[in-house]
């Protein structure tokens, strides 16, 4: 499971919506990159800008 920090939230009631979204998003390996792509353009729509970057910029480790 991955980890977010409660400080990384732009809006605290946007945690299980962060969750879900990585969650649905980076189930699997397979294209990893186009995954990671899809995730941060829907945690930048709800207005998580800066979790979207740490997961572009390799900051937020994946689960193996």
């Not at 009631?13 to 962060?18: I, P, S």
């Amino acid at each position: 499971m991955i980890f977010i920090p409660d400080e990384w939230l732009e809006k605290k009631e946007n945690l299980d919506a962060v969750y879900e979204i990585l969650g649905t998003e980076l189930y699997t390996e397979l294209n990893l990159s186009e995954r990671i792509d899809a995730a941060a353009r829907k945690l930048r729509a709800i207005g998580e800008k800066e979790i979207a970057e740490k997961l572009r910029n390799g900051e937020i480790m994946l689960p193996s």
